[in-house]
């Protein structure tokens, strides 16, 4: 079983890397990490398990095949929490990588959506998709809704630049 429990953590691993979206930020638990995580702290998975939790709070450690067999790990079991992503950008800071570090926020931010809406709006983006108006829903829905600043501001900005370039609904 060893063989197969090193591939789950190397699935949760990549899971971890790619950052998907979780459906609820209610269920992600709060890191009591004291100090900042540093370039040396990677990967997380490995040099802090500890630090690293499913979104209902199941350790790393917990996520392997004979749990997912008995049914004690779900699919949202697999999915990266907020605090995981805001320790990666931790780490992606002190490495130099600030770009990287800010997409790590804005993801951090995402996970609070359902996957359907989460779709719903990067759909909305798509030039001469939605007007402006529009636009500026979405971004007052991800500030007011879902705590979202960062990615609100991304869909006000989206609008002005959509309406200067002649990218919104009817544009066309």
Do not use: C
């Not at 989206?158 to 919104?168: G, H, I, V």
């Amino acid at each position: 079983m060893s063989e197969i429990d090193d591939l789950v953590a190397k699935i949760v691993q990549q899971i971890g890397d790619n950052g998907s979206a979780s459906t609820t930020a209610s269920q992600s638990t709060t890191t009591t990490n004291e100090k900042e995580l540093k370039r040396n702290d990677y990967p997380l998975y490995s040099k802090h398990p500890e630090l690293v939790r499913s979104p209902s709070g199941k350790a790393l450690k917990d996520i392997t095949l004979d749990n997912v067999i008995n049914n004690n790990i779900k699919s949202n079991d697999l999915r990266i929490t907020p605090d995981t992503l805001r320790l990666q950008g931790e780490v992606a800071s002190d490495a130099g990588r600030d770009a990287i570090q800010r997409n790590f926020k804005r993801a951090a931010e995402l996970t609070s959506i359902p996957d359907a809406r989460l779709l719903e709006m990067y759909n909305a983006l798509r030039p001469y998709r939605s007007t402006k108006a529009e636009l500026l829903a979405i971004s007052s829905e991800l500030k007011d809704k879902y705590n979202a600043p960062v990615n609100a501001g991304w869909f006000a900005e989206a609008a002005d630049y959509y309406e200067s370039r002649k990218k919104l609904k009817g544009d066309n």
